[in-house]
């Protein structure tokens, strides 16, 4: 039976079946064969797409435009001071809106609870861009890099090191649990830091158990494994090894930064740790913006390692616009 998303929302691949995962990457990869050959779409012709942005984003940003217009559609870019949500009016308000304006809403920012609600009250597709638990569209570019690189996902021995609780590490567990990967995320347990009132706080690194387990459970069906640890040595015979910033868009200014990065030092992705996998060939991915070759003290990745052979990372951003298109087009399209 062919796989149908029309009219679905895309908030976390949780709500996504390998198959149907499967099926946006090869959307995705037929979608970017047809960019490359110059070939102009129509399958969102005559719609109309609200992309709502708490948070700024280059590659998000972006790609949604830009997928929208190769296929006929209209993006309307409303950041955070351009609307009302959350401000002067409720989520459930402002989807209620929109649904009647728009084909299909994009919502980038903070809050998961955000993108929920605008899924439960509005009758049109609802995407995901980002929120601080999950970041679904991301998660499906790697995913086509991978492939376009290796050939497949099943089997692929994946390490995901530095903060281990953030939406990154979280997106990439729950779609690695889903296609049968050897997941793996390297991180320290956890850290702490003296607050204002000199009470001493510890701060965990490692994914909400929760999120493990049901990761766990997944993999069971799918051949997967999930592995949380922060032993260096996992990233040995390591086929990808990603990182993310250290500290968080929003997470700046938060208490006890200073010792975060600290404890995630020793999981800077170097030289050292490329060689360490025994892979010559080991990709190194990350989302953008990196901290790289700036001296700064948060540097999560060498500038050796971010601009040597090994970095597909400006593959990762260009399929961001493909694999998002998918997701608009399956869910919206003609």
């Not at 997928?67 to 001071?81: F, R, S, T």
């Not at 790697?142 to 996902?153: A, H, M, N, P, W």
């Not at 990967?181 to 607050?195: C, E, G, N, Q, R």
């Not at 700064?296 to 990372?313: P, R």
Request: proline share 4%.
């Amino acid at each position: 039976m062919p796989i149908s998303l029309k009219g679905r929302d895309f908030l976390t691949l949780k709500d996504f079946t390998p198959e149907e995962i499967a099926y946006l990457l090869e959307l995705s990869a037929a979608l970017k064969l047809k960019k490359k050959m110059g070939i102009k779409g129509d399958l969102l012709e005559g719609k109309n797409i609200a992309l709502i942005f708490e948070k700024p984003s280059t590659r998000t940003r972006c790609s949604f435009t830009v997928a929208c217009v190769d296929e006929g559609g209209h993006p309307e870019y409303l950041g955070k001071n351009d609307i009302q949500l959350g401000k002067k009016e409720s989520v459930a308000d402002t989807a209620r809106v929109l649904e009647r304006m728009f084909d299909g809403i994009e919502f980038r920012g903070f809050s998961h609870d955000h993108v929920e609600g605008l899924a439960k009250y509005a009758s049109v597709p609802i995407w995901n861009g980002l929120t601080d638990f999950d970041h679904p569209t991301q998660v499906l570019a790697d995913f086509l890099t991978i492939q376009e690189y290796l050939g497949g996902l099943g089997g692929v021995r994946f390490v995901y090191t530095g903060d281990g609780r953030n939406n990154m590490a979280n997106a990439l567990m729950i779609g690695a649990a889903k296609m049968g990967m050897d997941f793996v995320i390297l991180a320290p347990k956890s850290y702490s830091y003296t607050d204002e009132n000199g009470k001493n706080v510890a701060v965990s690194l490692f994914p909400e158990e929760e999120l493990t387990a049901y990761c766990r459970k997944i993999a069971e069906e799918t051949g997967a494994s999930i592995t949380i640890t922060d032993d260096i040595a996992a990233v040995e015979e390591a086929d990808v090894i990603y990182t993310d910033v250290w500290v968080s868009m929003g997470e700046e200014n938060n208490p006890g930064m200073k010792e975060r990065v600290a404890a995630l030092k020793p999981y800077q992705v170097n030289m050292e740790m490329l060689e360490r996998t025994g892979n010559p060939d080991v990709l190194f991915m990350h989302c953008l913006p990196a901290f790289h070759g700036a001296g700064l003290k948060e540097e999560e990745v060498t500038d050796e390692v971010f601009e040597s052979k090994n970095s597909v990372v400006f593959d990762e951003a260009e399929n961001r616009m493909h694999t998002i298109k998918a997701v608009m087009v399956a869910t919206l399209g003609k």
